[in-house]
């Protein structure tokens, strides 16, 4: 059972820090979870009495000092022991009521609310525990950290509610048993972020290292990872797994919660640690410290996942009602100097891939624009409602890459966007590990109060003056005191570009730089455009635009 495993992991990162405490001592103190029971993590007179022999002549001992808070340091210690050892998944056989799931049937099992861990706690989150099944198939073992201890959860069939319109089970509840031998697949937070009595949920933990958040008024659209490797190699994609997570019991005023967790996969472990603020925009304080089993050069720090489907810059025929599907919109960035970039997504052809060189990069997330119901006219998926990830580092990050993959989808229900960055250096093993750290934000718009331009939409077409070339139209906010004397800058790295034309447009603060490509016999071209003032400086983020020819 995973309990006893990571009992010894955890007790070897406990010797290593000073920590003297025996085998049996830690499996009464940090509830080892035989057979998935959790322990309230105290030490108790009656346990000390056990150990000392017959339990029933022995007098009670002394009371031992509290034990240190688990932190990341005793993760780091595990992840950097499981390093050194061959990588096992995690999977599990499915078996009873959670076997052979198809998706509407996942669904109809749900966490029972009166069995969530910080009931009674006081504290304003709650956590849901989320049954395997489906697509779930990763052993994931999930503790509490509590002033006492820590509690390993044990799974249970009985801490789920069957729907009986689903499942043969008319009173919900499934067989006694019909759970033994599984674990958990991973958990959501909820916390009143949208009224004062309902606890919302705002970040879910689920499938390998993926985790998808939001902030008020939202709903769910594009997921963070632990870690990327391998993403569009040729070699084949390789995806790390949350093994372990330890949440801490937050105190009854606190605005966060804490949560830990353990990753593994053939090429590294790592160790992570977030702090998480819900609210206006969701933040999560990020670090984690990574130890490769071996050299890893296709590696990916903070990665993004999202959806692209179609917008107005370029439909490949798509025959729909809406004019725009897509959780994100563009990769935004700002560079180590400052320079604001912004490139639109697409729903390419073949797999494209970009780089973006950088040193010691300030912010980079993929951003969802606009937020108006009218621009996607979808009153089901509700993709104004869809939020931005911003990914902040913290401290140098040094040479490496902003890394954009774009994979063709001929649907919406595919992710087909990933954005990480990768360091100009292979990760190798190292006992030190190497260190990373960032805020996440979960945002309707990144931190970026820079007084400039910024795209709201693209569009693009065939041009109605000549076939063989496109029009494109980029719409821009303007910042409220801007200058009204702008003029638009633009670069073709092939072919030949008319000259901009801006039109303000009807709202205020709108203006419209309209240009004309002819792309030739080129395959494809690389496009920047920026609004400057008269005396030439920048008064917009720069748009960056790669057309394709369509095959």
């Given at each position: ?130 049954p395997p099944g489906s697509v779930y198939r990763q052993r994931v073992a999930i ?112 605005r966060d919660i804490v949560v830990h967790a353990l990753l593994d996969s053939a ?285």
């Amino acid at each position: 059972m995973p309990g006893s495993e990571n009992g010894s992991e955890l007790l070897a990162a406990l010797a290593a820090l000073g920590l003297r405490l025996t085998r049996r001592k830690f499996i009464a103190g940090a509830g080892a979870g035989v057979l998935g029971t959790g322990v309230l993590g105290a030490t108790t007179g009656k346990a000390l009495a056990q150990e000392a022999g017959d339990g029933a002549s022995a007098a009670p001992a002394e009371p031992e000092p509290a034990p240190p808070i688990f932190g990341f340091a005793d993760v780091a210690e595990i992840a950097r022991t499981r390093a050194e050892k061959e990588y096992s998944a995690p999977s599990m056989t499915l078996r009873g009521p959670f076997a052979n799931l198809e998706y509407d049937q996942y669904r109809a099992i749900r966490f029972r609310p009166e069995a969530r861990p910080l009931a009674g706690s006081g504290s304003a989150f709650a956590i849901d525990l989320l049954p395997p099944g489906s697509v779930y198939r990763q052993r994931v073992a999930i503790s509490i950290v509590r002033a006492t201890g820590i509690e390993d959860l044990g799974f249970s069939s009985d801490l789920f509610e069957f729907d009986p319109a689903i499942f043969p089970f008319p009173d919900g509840v499934a067989p006694s048993g019909s759970g033994e031998g599984m674990d958990f697949s991973g958990f959501r937070l909820r916390s009143p972020i949208n009224s004062p009595d309902v606890l919302d949920e705002f970040l879910v933990f689920q499938g390998a290292s993926y985790f998808r958040g939001i902030a008020r008024s939202m709903i769910f659209g594009l997921s963070a990872r632990g870690l990327a490797i391998g993403t569009a190699d040729p070699r084949g994609e390789e995806f790390p797994v949350f093994r372990h997570f330890w949440i801490r019991e937050p105190e009854p005023d606190a605005r966060d919660i804490v949560v830990h967790a353990l990753l593994d996969s053939a090429s590294a472990t790592g160790a992570f640690e977030f702090e998480i603020r819900p609210g206006e925009s969701t933040v999560m304080q990020t670090r984690c410290r990574l130890f490769p089993r071996t050299e890893i050069d296709q590696i990916g720090i903070a990665p993004l996942t999202s959806m692209y489907y179609f917008g107005p810059a370029r439909r490949r025929g798509i025959d729909d009602f809406r004019d725009a599907v897509h959780d994100s919109a563009g990769l935004q960035m700002i560079t180590g100097q400052g320079t604001r970039l912004w490139r639109p997504l697409t729903n390419p052809d073949r797999v494209e891939i970009s780089a973006f060189v950088d040193e010691n990069p300030k912010g980079f997330g993929l951003t969802q624009r606009p937020l108006d119901f009218g621009f996607y006219q979808d009153a089901e998926a509700r993709y104004d409602r869809r939020p931005s990830g911003w990914v902040e580092p913290l401290g140098g990050w040094g040479p490496g890459t902003v890394m954009l993959v774009e994979i063709p989808v001929e649907n919406e229900f595919n992710d087909n966007i990933v954005a990480f960055w990768r360091p100009r250096d292979p990760l190798k093993p190292s006992p030190e590990g190497h260190d990373f750290s960032y805020r996440l934000h979960w945002c309707a718009a990144p931190p970026d109060a820079a007084p400039l331009a910024r795209v709201k939409a693209t569009r693009g077409g065939r041009s109605i003056h000549n076939a063989a070339m496109r029009d494109f139209a980029v719409d821009f906010v303007t910042a409220p005191d801007s200058n009204p004397a702008l003029r638009g800058t633009l670069t073709a790295s092939t072919g030949k570009v008319s000259p901009v034309t801006l039109t303000p447009l009807p709202g205020g603060q709108l203006i419209r730089a309209a240009f004309t490509f002819e792309p030739g016999d080129a395959e494809a071209a690389e496009l920047q455009l920026a609004l400057e003032d008269e005396a030439g400086l920048r008064q917009s983020e720069t748009w960056l635009y790669r057309w394709t020819a369509e095959r």
